[in-house]
């Protein structure tokens, strides 16, 4: 079993019936198939379609995502991401890039909420997601936590921006200002982009922990 | 004497000869006047139409200022204001508001470039300039050390985006949207405003110092 | 008692489980809790939560603000606050201002709706908040007036600028544009940032009045 | 003759050689043609082209302006546009509005630079240009004399967005945004846009003389 | 009776008992009172409110507009406004700007739709509104309809952009550009400001007919 | 000899040593090449460079184009492009169009500056480029020419915006803007794109003439 | 009978009522009217106008479009269009292109969905779609198929960018800036402007099968 | 000998004096120093500077890369790091990227201008950077090359928006927006970012090769 990119599907823009039909086939295909972006009306749909094809549809609706496999077990890499969020509001799109990480062969350490209390609380939550081969840091407003991170660890750090906040560029977009202006070594995905985020830094500890010599 | 605003003009967008006799009206009615963001080319023509009048112009090109005066002195109102910069491109601004400061009165204390090499410039900085009643911080492209700052001191913190940068957002517009959607409680004035910035923490440190009783 | 910073909540973007969990636990270790921006969805959570506990939620849905208590009253600074608005689609971000203030200790004085019907309104307004060590001005659409005071009064003045108004630059970036751009001095906070602005101003008010003194 | 619009040319982007023959087409046609946004490059070819056609070139430099013409003699319509400036930097354009409005029959007033030292040199401003029959206004940086004015007489009021200013939006676009959201009633024409503003005002000063009734 | 700016009220972001009682002290105090950009849950509070004062409240929904007044007549100056819309969409708007122009006592002639199927409409259009002393043009989308009309009378022009469309500046910027980049002499009020575009327009025709004998 | 896209290079970015190795590289190996937005410090490199050669360099100044040619001749498809400009300063995009088209085989007709003294000048301009297959509008400012000759014309308008202008948009953004929402049916090119606009053109016209036959 | 333009409405901003009688008008005066963007509250007020008319309604909801006809058939010209969709999310402006062109008198052949699952979908898909004289391909997010097409094919590719994709320029803008800065030759269309996009390819298509001879 | 970040300093906005002094501090404490967007005037003056200091100056003009070292050699990792470009336009970026994974110890492998001539460079191109631990991929105009890549590879894909490009979006924009909407999974950095995107891609490259170990 290769632990490649898995087969996911942006359920945003498509209707319902059409994305319970890529997923059945995906899954019938290869096994699996993950979701994200689903909406409550969405996975109503999905669960009916699947009923009696003896497939499994796990909903994950803290980042938005589905699910659909035959059962077969994901192999595990050895691979291991950390995935920090300043607040709370940017916890659905950690979520998002812990579960395709994950569907990716890696193990997820997470650290949310670290950044809404001041930077006390930073110190420890480094200390819960110790040995981690890259960091994911998703920040809203401001989106400053990425770099301060960056600054405090030798691995690679991905910035997420989250849109969070209100008033002027407050739909994520001082965040990405500030995440791709930043003096800290750091790279960047979409606002909100945790599918983006996660399959990247699952790529970058795979290939952390050997994933290359198979190739 | 007054401690209130300086009679300033921002030299920017005026004709040389226009700059001069404006400020020596300024000088003449009341005694001083102040020119902010002065070519050398305006410079030179001040200096011409300043010869032989008496009054003194004193050119400070590190804050791109001019103040022409008749010798009278500044009154020190015991007002104190510390000024911060992220990095040496920051400090034309810095100087820009700490001269204009100084105008109004204030004692001003500076630690410039102290984020260039990481935060642990930062505590040291902040002793320097221990015991001011209100702080400016400039910072450029991403623009997060008001921020920064304003976490750990409980003055007022008046966050000043800085042009440098490039890339996206980078004139300046990154630093200004993370210091508005900043969770610290700071404020903000306009892209390189070093003026405002001065002004602005004049009046708080005069008023902390007690200008308020006089009036 | 200290009569720093208030441990506030933003409650938008968080869940109403979330917000009342993490009110509660502020509440229980230092006596008080504030949320702004709380949709009364929230509110009815937050409410049902407390039940029991012994702790008084204040609702002031005015300002869209929540606040729980144990009881103990707040120290008063001696700190005056002025708050004046330019239309009356400012005074909700203006009565987030003023609870945020008085939570810090000061006593706020308002003027609402002075612009509307033309400046003649200014100077009764002004006189009603004579006496105030600094002055927020709230207003939208072209969001003029906070540098109309700062040419009037010799305390510091903070802009807010509000998102009313429609069309080019009408969600509140005219405003800020043009406070940015103001040859008044004055400093400014976010669009809509009610909180920003009276937690900047009571710290510059609880300045004044020798806070700084018992430091 | 006909007080109508003049034949004008933008000479900005032309080559220098095309302005002049274009220059010299209108003035034998008609009589006469004038030019804005002269350089001096485009002046000085112009000028040689001139030479020994019998016609008279006009330099303006004061407005970037420049008029060809056969020596008939203005007709004045008796319309009065009165032109004021928020600060020395908007009176290129200024100039520009009223070279255009001489040149379609009307009187200008003008009174420059009244916003710079506050509001207390407009009411003398004002005095200055009685009798108008429409007001051309032009400001900068955060652009709000036109309100202002609109506010104070009952003439209908042009405001011109000017490009002095630095920073976020200073290119003139704070000046524009703050003009359209204004709540005074005025109309607006584009950023540094002196041309229109002349003939758009000399259109409604000749209309209010009655130049309707010649039609 | 004055022929000047009515008494009119921006309802959009007031509460719907705010708007009533402003609209009742306003035609208390001078006998009518305008409100624009009314929704239908404020006019039936404004309606409830009227009820037994004596007042007349009239609605005019094709404009968004309510009239409250105490059945004076208004007077009638003379002043003609022509208004033409490029679209079906832009009747709203151009309505508000009728019954503000009438308001102010001029007589409105209307000339809706005309761009749609192409300008073969437009020359009868402009005959059954001739006579006007000023044109409102309302155009959304590419927005260039008041610059075709401004080459074809010489009358003054006011283009009101218009917020319809949809994709790249589909919210009325592409209109607002195209009107401020026109080579044809017009100015220009904020998207969608029916209320400024027929305020300004009635000014320009009051004083055609010669209300500033009065004055 | 094929009548497809021809060899062409951008000029822009690149250093003149680089530009004259691709140019002799493309020509040697297709019998031409032809480069746009050459600045003359290329030209004169690139000219030096071909001395010796065999090659013939011709420069086309006025469309900023080189061409470096064995002496070949030009396949005539007989396709016809027409290429209108609004205004002069069009007129070098024009040409790099009109360049690119006939490199590929088309014959041009052009008619430049016929919006500058209004539409009386586009009907005359229509006659003289009849018949074509195709048609590039080129239009700065407000750009509304293109949706104009799209109205007239039952052939493919391609509109291509000018970065003549200035203020609000005025570096084409107005006229990309007005072009894209416009209810004429047009496509467009990016602001200043005439070898694009040629190259699409002539692909039309080419297909017209039959040359999908020979495919 | 004429292969040209259709009668189009864009319903959008339209009233039900106007919408039905603008059709019922077009469709009595030519025989068929064509709708896009309709809602399905306006279908239903359009379909009980339209009831004992004797007209036929036909609904394309899959594009939002309403055909109403007197039962001629269309003209059949022969030319070829091509329709290729990046996702599933961009199918409903290709159907609105689709059902325009078909209207045309053009035959119409899609391949959607090819981007989805790389670009091993697209060289099928092309060969499903061989023969067409016009290439139509929407894409959203990153918008990249129309220039990997235009790679590919030599005839004329249009690029229709789609509002699909989140975040940073999520909403058709990051599609139609690739589009427009593209190295490959292709035009662009305003974004999810299915309409023009599918007008202009047939217009392209007709040509190419000789309509010109007629004209 | 720490195969770490190396200590950097961006030239741009700094005096050449200032930015000699810190470049020597750092050689003299840690042995290296490496400064990137140097311009001529700033290299003579560093070069001064250094004269009899025994230390040795590098510049590496094509990336615009000084380094100055006290001649110990470069700890060799293993790491291994791809760089490819889309034009020549690109190389000055990749080769800052390239400078900056060198003094990080990594070996680099460049392929440069594969996008210019079509995707068919691309493959042999591939073949040139074959065993890359991780792919630096700049691109200007559309920047579309990243996302091909990145669906061609399995290792971490880093995306250099590059300022080339003109017209609308065209300094870098359309290729940071297509990046960051794009469909393949990559991570992006700030526009010209060579610099960001050589020190993240060596970590990748650094933590590939097991430098983890040491840790
Ligand atoms: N560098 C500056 N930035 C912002 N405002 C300034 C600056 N220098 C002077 N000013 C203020 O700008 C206002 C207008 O300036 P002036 O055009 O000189 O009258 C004056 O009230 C000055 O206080
Ligand atoms: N309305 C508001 N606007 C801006 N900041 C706020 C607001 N309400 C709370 N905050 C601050 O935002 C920070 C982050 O909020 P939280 O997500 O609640 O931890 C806290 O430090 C609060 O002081
Ligand atoms: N003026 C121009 N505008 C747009 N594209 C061009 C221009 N000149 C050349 N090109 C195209 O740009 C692509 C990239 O150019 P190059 O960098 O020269 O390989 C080539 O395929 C050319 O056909
Ligand atoms: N979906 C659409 N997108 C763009 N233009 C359209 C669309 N539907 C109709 N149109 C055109 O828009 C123009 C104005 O439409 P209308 O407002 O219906 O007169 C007509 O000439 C139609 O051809
Ligand atoms: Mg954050
Ligand atoms: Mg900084
Ligand atoms: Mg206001
Ligand atoms: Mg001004
Ligand atoms: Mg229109
Ligand atoms: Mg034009
Ligand atoms: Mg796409
Ligand atoms: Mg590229």
Do not use: W
Request: net charge negative.
């Amino acid at each position: 079993v290769r632990c490649g990119m898995p087969e996911a599907v942006l359920a945003e823009g498509k209707t319902a019936a059409g994305l319970a039909s890529i997923m059945l086939a995906h899954a019938k295909a290869i096994g699996r198939s993950l979701a994200t972006r689903v909406s409550p009306e969405q996975e109503a749909v999905v669960r009916a379609a699947v009923e009696g094809t003896g497939l499994t549809l796990t909903s994950r609706p803290e980042g938005g995502v589905l699910i659909l496999s035959d059962g077969r077990e994901l192999v595990r890499t050895g691979g291991k991401v950390a995935i920090i969020t300043a607040g709370t509001a940017d916890i659905r799109v950690a979520e998002e890039a812990r579960l395709v990480a994950e569907e990716m062969g890696c193990e997820v350490m997470t650290a949310y909420d670290v950044g809404a209390a001041g930077i006390h609380r930073l110190f420890p939550a480094l200390q819960e997601v110790m040995g981690a081969h890259v960091f994911i840091v998703a920040a809203g407003r401001e989106g400053t936590l990425p770099a301060v991170v960056a600054g405090l660890v030798d691995r690679p750090v991905i910035g997420v921006p989250v849109s969070t906040g209100y008033g002027y560029m407050g739909a994520g977009q001082a965040a990405l200002g500030s995440m791709l202006q930043s003096c800290s070594v750091l790279s960047v995905v979409n606002i909100d982009a945790g599918f983006t985020a996660g399959a990247f830094a699952a790529r970058i500890a795979n290939l952390a922990v050997g994933d290359r010599e198979e190739r």
